[in-house]
DNA sequence: TTCAAAGTAAAACGATCATTTTACATCGTC
DNA sequence: GACGATGTAAAATGATCGTTTTACTTTGAA
């Protein structure tokens, strides 16, 4: 395991649990179990971390979404929300708390959020054999408002969206 | 106006565009032009400042959901969105910065969330003429959805939320 | 075995954090 | 016209912020 490797992983458990903001270097440098000097010499700055974090959690994330209809799309996310706790989406939250103001945060976000718009496109297409450009707005909403309400709800916010998902896919399919 | 309506109005506006954390108390002294000896006699800290300021957030947005119907409930919500911008859930941002360890913000954020969702299951009764617990949830879902994903995706998501529960509730009238 | 690379520990940087305090101005009211 | 209440301005508090630097250790290869 690589230097970066324990920078981000336990990088982003420490935003994930006490926010972006909150989290200082010393937090970061103990709960890393590295010094600044190496952090600092590796990631660059506190957002180039934060950017960086995002950006593995993307690709952590995308890879969860590797499956084959809008119905194992939810599940995935279910698992996902088992497994990784259900604070919201950190990308939204490091949004938040910046106010925009952080072009590399917002550039992560914006990358993740395009990927995970572009994915739900094109299951939507293989499940209903064509494009559907508003049934893919309602999906990105129900799979966000998931993520969302599982803060407050648990995991049947999820199922609710699976339900809901499957009501509206095949609604459009007759 | 009175003080404390100064302060809670425009610290609300601070903490939307900046985020929690990140608008210190000088910000905030500048921002309402009030003392910070004067804003600690009304308000007492800094976290009981956010908690009121959610509360008087969750007074103006209930205020906004009294409607008549799922629907109405979501055109609310694309007016709130066109009037208040779209930032997301300033409550469940304030709970993402904390990480749940501020008592004060977490009854104020569970105390929100729970009157909009009692508000969804009597609209839901109301116009379906019973209890729906699972439609309930569903609706719940995309009104959170169509408030995160307004973010990045803008008023669209709201409408895309509108005519997802449109449907859903239709479905489940018959 | 020596040298450069790469790490830690810890101090220092000036700025900013939330909060309290001191000193002073402006009130309406008795 | 004196008085308590209520406000501002500004300094002081000690802690913590992100970042840099200094001094020292470890390590792997020439």
């Known amino acids: 395991m690589t230097i970066m490797d324990r920078l981000v992983t336990a990088s982003e458990a420490l935003f994930d649990r006490h926010g972006f903001t909150a989290t200082g270097m010393d937090k970061l440098t103990k709960g890393t179990g590295i010094s600044s000097r ?3 010499k590796h990631a660059g700055s506190k957002n180039a971390l934060i950017a960086r974090v995002l950006g593995e959690r993307d690709k952590r994330f995308a890879r969860r ?5 809008i119905d194992a799309l939810f599940k995935a996310l279910e698992d996902w929300v088992r497994v990784e706790g259900r604070r919201g989406c950190l990308f939204l939250r ?3 708390e910046t106010g925009g103001d952080t072009p590399e945060i917002n550039e992560a976000v ?3 959020k395009a990927r995970v718009a ?6 939507v297409e293989r499940d209903n054999g064509r494009e559907d450009p508003m049934l893919v707005e309602q999906i990105i ?3 966000e408002g998931a993520t ?3 803060v407050y709800r648990g995991e049947q916010a999820v199922v609710a969206a699976r339900q809901s998902a ?7 399919r007759s």
Chains 1, 2 share one sequence.
Do not use: D, N
């Not at 499957?166 to 459009?172: V, Y």
């Open 38 to 40: 190496t952090l600092y």
């Open 65 to 69: 979404l590797e499956v084959e209809s």
């Open 94 to 96: 490091a949004l938040g």
């Open 110 to 112: 914006l990358a993740h």
């Open 118 to 123: 572009e994915r739900i496109a094109v299951l």
């Open 141 to 143: 909403v129900l799979f």
């Open 148 to 150: 969302a309400a599982a």
């Open 166 to 172: 499957a009501i509206l896919m095949a609604g459009a």
